[in-house]
């Protein structure tokens, strides 16, 4: 966890210190792009870790979605700070924005690298992992391991993010395009309509995760999967009315349903790894999806449009990952409240958990 925060905090910085196309050409370019990748490395390795950590350190079982979902906190409360931050040097920097604005939210991160190092050297490991190693359960090539044990919940825990990832990447991303050049509003207008979204955001992550421990992880993630592919529709209509008051209620409402699974999610993936698996298992997982659903929606989005001329097709792609969700879902084994400490067999669920 130290050596993920180090990794991604410096690349953060260090895209700050790039020099421009003027100093050194498209070197620039490459430099940045490497950059990125050293980034999104360590970011591979920091959310398995950092959720693991507080799941595993839940002291009820009846609680883990609840516990689970507030490292899912971080992810909507730091875009709702980098969208502050871009809104707020934009308005300073003005034309210089993309001269030398950008780059002082990049320098600002270090403050956030110290704060997480300082927390994290006075954290132990788990209970749960302390058990692992206290019975020489800890494998030598876990990523080996469990794609050879548990290929079946890799390949399900990555599709049943398509209905979260897709929809929050055109949500997040792909609307600063389609409404700066589709709808005529400014980059202003949708970075403030974006900093609402993520506040309201990361006030309902928490609530899902915690109406997951009541109702069943399955159960909470299947309601999200549904709330998803419904509100496509919706979102694009409120869009396509270009009315400046519709599109900010359709943007600063878009991200509730897709925290809707975004809260369980957490539990619902570590859950389904044995323990001496589970960091693995759990980020490959989760991981992988970034490449088939996050990555790739921004862009399967805009090449829709440019067919189409129409925004129906990107809300029918919507529903098409909601119903790959619901049905990779279906396909898990539920354990919520149940003991997860002991190692899963090769094809069954342990004994005191029942699929649901």
């Known amino acids: 966890m130290i050596a993920t925060?180090?990794?991604?905090?410096?690349a953060t910085f260090a895209v700050g210190l790039v020099p421009t196309y003027d100093s050194i050409g498209i070197w620039g370019a490459i430099l940045l792009t490497v950059i990125r990748l050293i980034q999104g490395i360590g970011v591979g390795g920091e959310w398995g870790g950092s959720m693991l950590l507080a799941m595993e350190w839940a002291r009820s079982n009846n609680n883990r979605g609840f516990i689970a979902s507030w490292p899912q906190f971080g992810a909507p409360a730091g875009l709702f700070l980098a969208n502050l931050a871009v809104l707020f040097f934009s308005q300073i920097s003005g034309d210089q924005f993309l001269v030398w604005g950008w780059r002082i939210p990049f320098f600002i991160s270090i403050v956030m690298v110290g704060i997480g190092l300082w927390i994290r050297l006075g954290i132990l490991e788990t209970p749960v992992f302390r058990k692992v190693l206290a019975e020489e359960r800890v494998e030598r090539v876990p990523v080996l391991e469990v794609l050879k044990r548990q290929p079946k919940q890799v390949a399900l825990t990555a599709l049943l993010r398509m209905p979260e990832q897709a929809p929050g990447y055109i949500v997040g991303t792909f609307i600063f395009t389609y409404g700066?050049?589709?709808?005529g509003v400014s980059r202003d207008f949708v970075l403030t309509a974006l900093l609402v979204q993520t506040a309201l955001g990361f006030l309902w992550v928490?609530?899902?995760?915690?109406?997951?421990?009541?109702?069943?992880?399955?159960?909470?993630?299947?309601?999200?999967?549904?709330?998803?592919?419904?509100?496509?529709?919706?979102?694009?209509?409120?869009l396509d009315?270009?009315?400046?008051?519709?599109?900010?209620?359709?943007?600063?409402?878009?991200?509730?349903?897709?925290?809707?699974?975004?809260?369980?999610?957490?539990?619902?993936?570590?859950e389904s790894f044995s323990p001496g698996l589970r960091y693995s298992g759990t980020s490959l997982g989760y991981q992988l999806a970034s490449i088939i659903a996050g990555g790739p929606s921004p862009?399967?989005?805009t090449a829709l449009y440019a067919s189409f001329q129409s925004s129906l097709p990107i809300a029918l792609y919507i529903?098409?990952?909601?119903?790959?969700?619901?049905?990779?879902?279906a396909l898990l084994t539920d354990y919520t409240n149940k003991d997860i400490s002991e190692e899963y067999d090769k094809t069954q669920a342990p004994a005191q958990a029942t699929a649901d």
């Open 299 to 301: 862009f399967i989005a």
């Open 206 to 238: 928490t609530v899902s995760g915690h109406l997951s421990d009541r109702v069943g992880r399955k159960k909470m993630y299947i309601i999200g999967c549904v709330f998803v592919g419904v509100f496509g529709f919706i979102y694009f209509a409120l």
């Open 241 to 270: 009315t270009k009315i400046p008051a519709l599109i900010f209620i359709a943007v600063a409402l878009s991200l509730i349903p897709i925290m809707t699974m975004y809260g369980p999610e957490a539990a619902l993936i570590a």
């Open 180 to 183: 700066t050049t589709v709808l």
């Open 5 to 10: 925060l180090l990794v991604t905090g410096l």
């Open 319 to 329: 529903v098409g990952c909601a119903v790959i969700g619901i049905v990779s879902t």
